[in-house]
């Protein structure tokens, strides 16, 4: 299949350049996708974790994508008059006034999403992300509507961002085929612990259990470092 450049479909609310030619903003960062009811949504990072999104039949059309504000419209992800070929001239200019879907009180790295198996109506979230004191954490989040999201559910703590072995969450399925529907009664986490070395967690559910409250974690393969997590998890909010 021949890949199409259709350029930007969203840009940073700052812009990259201030007037004085400094860097207005680091971008639009580590996205992570998933459809739902006709639309592919994209999570980035900014100034807290934003999404936009687009029907699935528009998708190579950047004018067609729109982002959510805290006022529950979307509006357009580009400035008026965009497009690739003039994007030079658009580099001061600042993007949409979007909000984040969660409260910004941490460094959030990246945000993951994958609808679960069997409904469209539950989705879960893996956050990374660093504390004010410079913890690296793994927590999840749960949503009915990808817009509003429960409070962090902790998943692992670790004493800096250099030394935690899930760096750059995603999910995967029990199958290996899919980072973007899982079951919630076992699935994997993959993250990064160091260059070329990645960690795999088994996440399956206690026996019994009817909602995602209790998991127990277990290590799999031998790149996982030696850890292991039980711990109750609940769903504030749903």
Not at 48 to 62: A, C
Not at 91 to 108: K, M, R
């Amino acid at each position: 299949t021949r890949l199409q450049n259709i350029g930007p479909v969203a840009w940073p609310s700052q812009g990259y350049v201030k007037p004085d030619g400094t860097q207005a903003s680091n971008g639009l960062r580590h996205p992570s996708s998933v459809i739902h009811a006709g639309y592919l949504y994209i999570f980035v990072q900014e100034t807290g974790t934003k999404v936009s999104r687009v029907r699935v039949d528009s998708v190579l059309h950047p004018g067609a994508y729109t982002t959510w504000t805290k006022a529950g419209t979307w509006v357009p992800s580009l400035p008026a008059g965009f497009t690739k070929e003039n994007i030079v001239a658009f580099y001061q200019t600042p993007g949409p006034a979007n909000s984040p879907v969660f409260p910004i009180d941490q460094n959030t790295v990246r945000f993951s999403v994958a609808k679960t198996k069997g409904t469209d109506t539950l989705f879960i979230g893996v956050e990374d992300y660093v504390t004010s004191s410079g913890q690296a954490r793994t927590a999840f989040r749960f949503s009915k509507n990808l817009l509003k999201w429960t409070d962090r559910q902790l998943v692992q703590v670790d004493s800096s961002w250099a030394s935690n072995p899930l760096k750059y969450a995603v999910f995967l399925n029990q199958e290996g085929t899919s980072n973007t529907e899982i079951d919630l009664q076992e699935f994997y986490l993959l993250g990064m612990a160091t260059t070329n070395v990645l960690t795999k967690v088994h996440c399956k559910r206690t026996t019994g259990v009817q909602e995602p409250r209790a998991m127990i974690y277990t290590p799999t393969a031998a790149l996982s470092p030696k850890y292991s997590f039980s711990y109750e998890q609940l769903r504030p909010g749903l």
